[in-house]
Nanobody
Framework: VQLLESGGEAVQAGWCLILSCAASGYTLKYKVMGWLRKGPGEELEGGASIYIASGTSYYADSVQGRFTISRDNAKNTLYLQMNSLKPEDTAMYYC?????????????????WGQGTQVTVSS
C-alpha cells in the first residue's frame, strides 16, 4: 500500500484547506485510515480516523467540529477538510492506514504511512 498526501500549504488563521491522500497498491489490506499530525517540537498526534466501509469517523478533541475526514472509495482517496484553521494546527500532516477494523488516533496502530504534507497557519 502506498499513500501520497497533497494539499498542504501556508494559510492565515481562519482559512480552510482540504488535504488529500491517494492510495495505491493492494488497498484491500486496510480497513481504517486516519490523519495524524506532528507540530514543531511536538509529538505525533492523531487528528481523525475513519472506517473505510461505513464512513464512521472519530476525531481528536483538538479538531472536533472544525475538521472533517471523508473518503471516496471509488477513487481510493482520503480527504481532510480543515475549517477555521488556527496557528496551533501548524504541523506536518500524515495519512495512514491500518489493517484492523478499529478506529484509532494512536500512531502505533497504523501499518502504512505517507510522506506527509506541511500545513502552516499564521496569525
Amino acid at each position: 500500500v502506498q499513500l501520497l498526501e497533497s494539499g498542504g500549504e501556508a494559510v492565515q488563521a481562519g482559512w480552510c484547506l482540504i488535504l488529500s491522500c491517494a492510495a495505491s497498491g493492494y488497498t484491500l489490506k486496510y480497513k481504517v485510515m486516519g490523519w495524524l499530525r506532528k507540530g514543531p517540537g511536538e509529538e505525533l498526534e492523531g487528528g481523525a480516523s475513519i472506517y473505510i466501509a461505513s464512513g464512521t469517523s472519530y476525531y481528536a478533541d483538538s479538531v472536533q467540529g472544525r475538521f472533517t475526514i471523508s473518503r471516496d472509495n471509488a477513487k481510493n482517496t482520503l480527504y481532510l477538510q480543515m475549517n477555521s484553521l488556527k496557528p496551533e494546527d501548524t504541523a506536518m500532516y500524515y495519512c495512514a492506514a491500518k489493517a484492523s477494523a478499529i478506529l484509532s488516533l494512536k500512531e502505533a496502530n497504523y501499518n502504512y504511512w505517507g510522506q506527509g504534507t506541511q500545513v502552516t497557519v499564521s496569525s
